[in-house]
């Protein structure tokens, strides 16, 4: 007798027939039916936006019914709509087993529940599934998920130059083409407050009081030819400006204002007579002095005063010997912007400089061209690139040879928690066939400018990054940072953005999905 053997009553019979078709019975009739057609998904609980979905079977399935689209149904649980697609079967080398293979024929918004049900399918001994197979995934999260601005209602479509908060209700925006206005409740509504048309390339709007402003411009002097340049201000609010200084022939590009606790504010204006020159506007002393112009060529855009108006430093560009770009060229200033004087030890290969924002009274962030992101110590000179490691995004080129580079013009940090502080510029995506595309890009840090993650706005396309340019061309887009919880940008085509808060925004499911 066999021991330690069960067999059911129809095996004992078949035995009896002989051994060699024991291989027709069960050894437990009790355990698990071992030929049961098994799915089992492939693919991570996050999937790509247009990743095939992969149902892998322990056997070799039925083509009629693997094939058939309502034997594998994929819902899209945002809309309640089925994503449409395509099904293929796949073998494994051994010829064991198939996968069920759905492609998706669009591509899924980001961040979208799908529900997955596969049913009906057979064998092809005609075995069946016990019962529909179902499962849930997502897609991938999108490259920027912090949508903490938000886009406010604009006046105009002008190019915005200048952006400047007094508190979190009262601000002042600028056009480059000269056109004032006034907000009262924290950007909800513009009001017109002054229009010159004798001015050209009006730059950085700045207020130390609600009646006292300033701009630069380009006034015509009475003629139609623009040389000239000029700091303007304003003791009525913005409804009439007179000029501290013109200087002819001149070109101012930017200008940052301190004013420190108890005193009347410091402004030093950043540009050219041919060459850079910073003109120092003390309010304390009712004085207008001048550096510049260098000599060498050296070619003004931008800079910035520290945050106790000690030190200063001074941007541009110089020529390279490579054609068609520019080196970055800087100048540091220990007394307050009244003298510069070169910054040698720049990393190698720093292209145009276009911005700079003080991180602290000694550390300042020089910005630029490609991905151009300099840490400079004004005291020891020394200097460091930061890169990919800190979050800056570098050049691109993608399989059809799509090219994308980043491009930087302001730095500022709030006032009360230097820790935070955002940067903004713009990107270039050069393509082989259709031109050049032009979009806006804001970072933020939360360590001092250690390290920086990109932000998107609320409502804009593109998955919140198809806004307009932060200061594409020279005194254009603008960045003002009132405190760690409230900042506003400036742009092209009168782009204005706000981030009321300091409390990240992040994507949440469906958000990509149109209603």
């Known amino acids: ?55 892998v079977f322990n056997s070799r399935i039925d083509p009629r019914t693997g094939l058939d689209p309502e034997n594998f149904v994929v819902t899209n649980l945002c809309s309640g709509l089925r994503v449409p697609g395509a099904v293929r079967i796949g073998t494994d080398s051994a010829g064991n087993r198939d996968t069920l293979i759905f492609s998706p024929s669009q591509t899924i918004p980001f961040l979208t529940p799908l529900s997955v049900r596969v049913q009906n399918i057979l064998t092809t001994g005609g075995r069946a599934l016990n019962a529909p197979f179902t499962i849930n995934v997502r897609t991938e999260t999108p490259p920027v998920s912090d949508i903490s601005w938000e886009a406010t209602d604009s006046p105009t479509q002008d190019p915005g130059s200048g952006i400047f908060y007094l508190d979190r209700e009262r601000g002042f925006y600028s056009t480059r083409t000269g056109t004032i206005f006034r907000t009262i409740d924290g950007g909800e509504s513009w009001e017109f407050r002054y229009k010159n048309d004798d001015f050209t390339a009006v730059r950085s709007i700045r207020a130390a009081t609600a009646d006292s402003l300033y701009i630069s411009a380009a006034p015509k002097l009475g003629g139609t030819t623009v040389s000239a340049t000029g700091l303007f201000r304003s003791i009525d609010g913005g409804l009439t400006f007179s000029p501290i ?94 003298t510069f004087t070169d910054v040698t030890g720049l990393p190698a290969g720093t292209r145009q400089l276009r911005g700079a924002g003080f991180i602290d009274n ?100 593109e998955n919140g990054l198809g806004f307009p340019p932060l200061g594409e061309s020279a005194g254009q887009g603008d960045l003002h940072v009132l405190a760690s919880d409230f900042a506003n940008v400036a742009g092209d085509e009168g782009f204005i953005a706000q981030r009321p808060g300091d409390v990240e925004v992040v994507t949440a499911a469906c958000a990509f999905n149109t209603p």
């Not at 051994?19 to 437990?28: E, G, I, P």
């Not at 903004?424 to 939360?446: A, E, F, Q």
């Open 362 to 461: 000694t550390t300042v962030l020089l910005l630029g061209d490609t991905s151009t992101v300099v840490r400079l110590n004004t005291t020891t000179g020394t200097s460091v690139r930061l890169g990919a490691a800190a979050g800056i995004p570098q050049r691109t080129v993608s399989a059809d040879n799509v090219i994308t580079t980043y491009h930087f013009t302001r730095a500022e940090f709030a006032p009360n928690n230097r820790e935070i502080g955002f940067m903004i510029g713009y990107s270039i995506i050069d393509r082989p066939v259709g031109g050049d595309i032009k979009r806006g890009v804001i970072l933020m840090t939360r360590d001092g400018g250690d390290t920086w993650v990109q932000q998107a706005v609320s409502g804009a396309g």
């Open 245 to 338: 200084f013109i200087q002819d022939p001149g070109d101012i590009r930017h200008t940052v204002m301190r004013k420190l606790a108890g005193r009347r504010p410091i402004l030093l204006a950043f540009g050219n007579i041919g060459r850079l020159a910073v003109w120092r506007v003390d309010e304390n002393a009712g004085t207008v002095t001048r550096f510049g112009p260098v000599g060498g060529i050296i070619i003004g855009n931008s800079g910035d005063l520290s945050p106790d108006a000690s030190r200063a430093v001074a941007v541009g560009l110089t020529t390279s010997p490579t054609p068609g770009t520019f080196n970055g060229a800087a100048l540091v200033s220990l007394d307050s912007g009244k």
């Open 1 to 55: 007798m066999v021991t330690g053997l069960h067999l059911s009553r129809a095996c004992v019979a078949i035995i009896a027939f002989g051994v060699a078709s024991l291989a027709a019975c069960d050894d437990d009739p009790s355990g698990p039916d071992r030929t049961a057609l098994t799915p089992s998904i492939l693919n991570d609980s996050i999937i790509g936006r247009q990743e095939a979905l992969r149902i």
